[in-house]
């Protein structure tokens, strides 16, 4: 339940875990920060993203892909209902990428240049048959691990 601020954390700190409660602005993040998790439902936007970060788990909060830093290496959105919104563009230097839901025609075209790994739990198709567009998928990449593929309207 903690819902305090974080703005004044020790450099010192690298990893920070937030749950769901937790509904502080945040104007400053430690500068030696790598991991960063945020908890669901989180209503504001996060402009102070330290050099050093690595790996970010937005938990639902998709609406901060667009925020997060071009030098992020490992994202993680389990945002159940992304694939009824328009993807954004993600990170440019991705390795890593981890969807908890995602339209297969909105996949391909935001996929980083330099990704290596691309984990969904859900993949949505609008028909049967469609597949994804190959010519879009970075070379880069070396491991594709889909869990589970629905029909868009099943759910």
Known sequence: DFNSSIDDLPDSIVSISLYYRFQQSI????SNLINFKLGSSYPHPINCWPENIKTVDL???????????????????QYPDSFK??????????????FGAVNINQLCAVL???????QIARLYINYFGEKLDYKD????????????TLFAESE
């Open 27 to 30: 104007n400053k993040l430690p």
């Open 85 to 98: 919104s328009p993807l954004l563009n993600m990170p440019i230097n991705l390795k890593y990428l981890e």
């Open 59 to 77: 938990c639902d909060n998709y609406h901060l892909v667009e925020g997060l830093p071009p030098y992020l290496e490992k994202l993680i959105i």
């Open 112 to 118: 980083p240049p330099y990704l290596e790994i691309l």
């Open 137 to 148: 998928i970075p070379s880069t990449l070396k491991d594709i691990e889909v869990t589970k």
